[in-house]
Antibody
Framework: EVQLVQSGAEVKKPGESLKISCKGSGYAFTTYWIGWVRQMPGKGLEWMGIIYPGDSKTRYSPSFQGQVTISTDKSISTAYLQWSSLKASDTAVYYC????????????WGQGTLVTVSS | DIQMTQSPSSVSASVGDRVTIACRASQGISSWLAWYQQKPGKAPKLLIYAASSLQSGVPSRFSGSGSGTDFTLTISNLQPEDFATFFCQQAISFPPTFGGGTKVEIK
């Protein structure tokens, strides 16, 4: 079964750093893109960026460029999304998903990671 | 970025009804459109890709149509498990963008 399993919920303070993960299984991890999508509380879906684990080629949505870093460790079939300095406005659920192209649809998705940033 | 506009934002319907959701792109996207279903507290699930192709395992009561700028998701014979929020997504240019969502509620 093709599956993405994300790391657990996080509660952080403004200014702290964070790295969440997305582990793939059941498929050739290095031959598909992994995209990240944000969903703020009660809101819609926002595409953040995408990475190709085979060569770590990464593309960011302009809205998220410089705000987050997407990376991968193909030796453990895991992609990451990280922040160096969190803000309260980063409070959201973050999803990863498998894509066949940088602009394509995602399927399947991970279960989501809730990040809460509060002082 | 390409803007995706869904309508209506919410719809009330009964089990057995036929529901139609519209999605309009701010510029032509050929058939590069996907539809997702999201239930509360769950990740989105891909229903339709390439505007009208049904993803494996998705019931045939879901169908998609359209090309260019105007697209439609139709749910025929609405079932209790179909009450959810639906999103469209353009997949032709980077960054991909989503519609604002349509919540299908129980009448």
């Amino acid at each position: 079964e093709v599956q993405l399993v994300q790391s657990g919920a996080e509660v952080k303070k403004p200014g702290e750093s964070l790295k969440i993960s997305c582990k793939g299984s059941g498929y050739a991890f290095t031959t598909y893109w992994i995209g990240w999508v944000r969903q703020m509380p009660g809101k819609g879906l926002e595409w953040m960026g995408i990475i190709y684990p085979g060569d770590s080629k990464t593309r960011y949505s302009p809205s998220f460029q410089g705000q987050v870093t997407i990376s991968t460790d193909k030796s453990i079939s895991t992609a990451y999304l990280q922040w160096s300095s969190l803000k309260a406005s980063d409070t959201a659920v973050y999803y990863c998903g498998i894509g066949v192209a940088p602009s394509g649809w995602l399927d399947p998705w991970g279960q989501g990671t809730l990040v809460t940033v509060s002082s | 970025d390409i803007q995706m506009t869904q309508s209506p934002s919410s719809v009330s319907a009964s089990v057995g009804d036929r529901v139609t959701i519209a999605c309009r792109a701010s510029q032509g996207i050929s058939s590069w459109l996907a539809w997702y279903q999201q239930k509360p507290g769950k990740a989105p699930k891909l229903l339709i890709y390439a505007a009208s192709s049904l993803q494996s395992g998705v019931p045939s009561r879901f169908s998609g149509s359209g090309s260019g700028t105007d697209f439609t998701l139709t749910i025929s014979n609405l079932q209790p498990e179909d009450f959810a929020t639906f999103f469209c997504q353009q997949a032709i240019s980077f960054p991909p963008t989503f519609g604002g969502g349509t919540k299908v509620e129980i009448k």
